[in-house]
């Protein structure tokens, strides 16, 4: 199997894009697999949180190239970005809409879908070999994977805007400076990193962490009457769940909370 799907533990899965899908990540052949492997993820309810990598020099770099010359000789190239943007986008929306908390552990470059990939995560934890590239304007292309709405809300615009005009290459250094890695681990201890971080961020109920994702999301795009509305709305919902009983038991009785 090229993409390796495994239990950490905790309600942790480990999803692996191994071998060619790391280096192909978004071609016909592999990006269904990877989309199968995330979504039976988001589905189970036993998993509380995903960490998602690559393999060798590779987190996710992108389309296969070859596809690509081929489909502009056979004249279908439109048909194949909207297959593939079809697989790709649907599955991003709801790794940012789900309670399930998604940790990209950065092994190597990201590229093109496969930075999308990475930015549509909750964190990014990395190895100082990894590196973030647009790719995009390089090959006549205009970004997708969701990198103009997620990268600008991690590094500011004008420093996306940069990134994508000048077809920039960071190191996971840059790339941590600037906000769109959250922390650089020894190779060694990049799973366990993650896997912890995801642990800390999973443990909450999961009316708490959907909203908090949502509301982070739309923040932006509301106006502040209109987002205070959307939290009274939420947060009365909460008022409702089994978590905010346990959480106000938990801080009279001087305990941790256990949230299932």
């Known amino acids: 199997m090229s993409i390796e799907s495994s239990d950490l533990g905790d ?5 692996k894009m191994a071998g060619k899908s790391s280096m192909q990540s978004f071609s016909l052949q592999f990006l269904p697999q990877i989309a199968t492997a995330i ?3 988001l589905l189970d309810k036993q998993v509380k949180a995903i960490v998602l990598t690559g393999e060798g020099k590779f987190f996710s770099a992108g389309a296969n190239i070859d596809d690509f010359k081929k489909s502009i000789d056979e004249g279908n190239a439109t048909e194949l970005i909207r297959e593939l943007t079809g697989i790709l986008h ?3 929306v709801k790794m940012r809409q789900t309670s399930t908390i ?5 092994n190597g470059a990201s590229a093109g879908g496969g930075l999308g990939l990475a930015l549509a995560c909750d964190a990014r ?6 590196k973030m590239a647009a790719s995009y304007a390089g090959m006549g292309l205009s970004p997708d994977g969701g990198t103009t709405w997620l990268l600008p809300r991690l590094v500011t615009d004008q420093v996306a805007r940069r990134f994508f005009l000048e077809n920039e290459i960071w190191s996971a250094q840059q790339a941590a400076e600037l906000g769109a890695i959250d922390a650089i681990v020894e190779e060694t201890e990049l799973i366990n990193s993650a896997k912890q971080l995801a642990l800390r961020w999973s443990r909450w109920g999961q009316h708490s962490k959907e909203s908090i994702k949502h509301l982070l999301d739309v923040q932006s795009t509301n106006d502040f009457e209109t987002h205070l509305k959307h939290e009274r709305t939420l947060i009365e919902a909460s008022g409702q769940t089994a978590a905010f009983k346990e959480g106000v038991s938990a801080f009279l009785e001087k305990r941790e909370a256990k949230f299932d």
């Open 11 to 15: 309600g942790v899965r480990l999803i």
């Open 39 to 41: 979504n039976a993820a």
């Open 90 to 92: 649907p599955l991003i």
């Open 102 to 106: 998604c940790i990209a552990a950065l």
């Open 125 to 130: 934890i990395a190895t100082s070999q990894a």
